[in-house]
């Protein structure tokens, strides 16, 4: 399956960066930065990539994207162990983080009795990138507070070609690369897909940079989570995915603190009915 290719897909996708960062006019010249500051970065960035794209071959798109929306919550703890952070939340903030674990439980039961999709290794691999976003948004926090002069170009040029040979090794241990070139030989608009993604995530890894340079790693990992509804209206209108009365409570726990959220996946879902 063409879905469980992630380190190979990442390594294509991290190409089409470089091609798309140089257009935007960025050179090395411009870098502030030494090297050596976007080694830890690029590891937990491609790992990040790598696990998610690959978590596709075990669990279905709402399931990712549920376990991705409770990231603030490692995030937050790790924010206070970084150096050059050491951040600190207010007690309803950690709240509300629970709520989305909670949420997240709840939604997890309710796929593993519905979704054909849904395995255990899925849920490690999600459950590993997770643990590699807790770092991701952290160290690119401390780079901009390091270094107010870091630009996001910067910033995401440094980290995938840095991070490029870390995806070497997984994809030649697990034998991953030559299946993926061969399979991708065969079918070789998959090519056309991924520059198309590609060129989509560009644009919203230079905007998730942005809001982190100003609002910090934890706030736009809360301000990026209305995505989960959309992502739902997808799944039930395009996919019909099979939906499970736990969901609702699951997307209103999880979108506490966002209710708006919850009402348009509730309407979606109505008008999907008729």
């Known amino acids: 399956m063409f879905c469980s290719y992630g380190w190979y897909f990442t390594f294509v996708q991290g190409f089409v960066y470089l091609v798309l960062i140089y257009l935007?006019?960025?050179?090395?010249?411009?870098?502030?930065?030494?090297?050596?500051?976007?080694?830890?970065?690029?590891?937990?960035?491609?790992?990040?990539?790598?696990?998610?794209?690959?978590s596709l071959a075990y669990l279905n798109y709402p399931a990712q994207i549920m376990f991705k929306s409770t990231k603030v919550l490692p995030v937050m703890i790790m924010g206070a162990f970084i150096p050059g952070l050491?951040?600190?939340?207010?007690?309803?903030?950690?709240?509300?983080?629970?709520?989305?674990?909670?949420?997240?439980?709840?939604?997890?039961?309710?796929?593993?009795?519905?979704?054909?999709?849904?395995?255990?290794?899925?849920?490690?691999?999600?459950?590993?990138?997770?643990?590699?976003?807790?770092?991701?948004?952290?160290?690119?926090?401390?780079?901009f507070t390091m270094n107010p002069d870091t630009t996001q170009m910067e910033m995401l040029f440094c980290s995938t070609l840095i991070g490029l040979p870390f995806l070497l090794p997984p994809?030649?241990?697990?034998?991953?690369?030559?299946?993926?070139?061969?399979?991708?030989?065969?079918?070789?608009?998959?090519?056309?897909?991924?520059?198309?993604?590609?060129?989509?995530?560009?644009?919203g890894q230079v905007s998730v940079l942005s809001l982190i340079a100003i609002f910090g790693a934890a706030t736009t990992a809360m301000v990026i989570m209305p995505r989960l509804a959309l992502c739902f209206q997808r799944a039930i209108v395009l996919e019909?995915?099979?939906?499970?009365?736990?969901?609702?409570?699951?997307?209103?726990?999880?979108?506490?603190?966002?209710?708006?959220?919850?009402v348009v996946v509730v309407l979606n879902f109505y008008e999907a009915s008729y």
């Open 171 to 203: 994809m030649i241990l697990t034998g991953e690369l030559f299946k993926a070139w061969n399979s991708c030989a065969e079918h070789p608009y998959v090519y056309g897909v991924l520059v198309f993604e590609a060129m989509a995530t560009f644009i």
């Open 240 to 262: 019909r995915h099979l939906f499970h009365v736990v969901y609702f409570f699951a997307l209103a726990d999880n979108n506490s603190t966002k209710g708006c959220d919850f």
């Open 86 to 143: 050491r951040r600190k939340y207010p007690v309803h903030e950690y709240i509300s983080a629970v709520l989305l674990v909670v949420g997240l439980i709840l939604f997890t039961l309710a796929d593993a009795n519905t979704s054909p999709n849904f395995s255990v290794i899925g849920v490690l691999m999600i459950l590993g990138a997770l643990v590699m976003d807790s770092f991701l948004g952290n160290l690119q926090e401390a780079i």
């Open 24 to 54: 935007q006019g960025f050179t090395i010249k411009q870098k502030v930065n030494p090297w050596k500051t976007y080694v830890k970065l690029s590891a937990v960035l491609m790992g990040s990539h790598g696990l998610t794209k690959g």
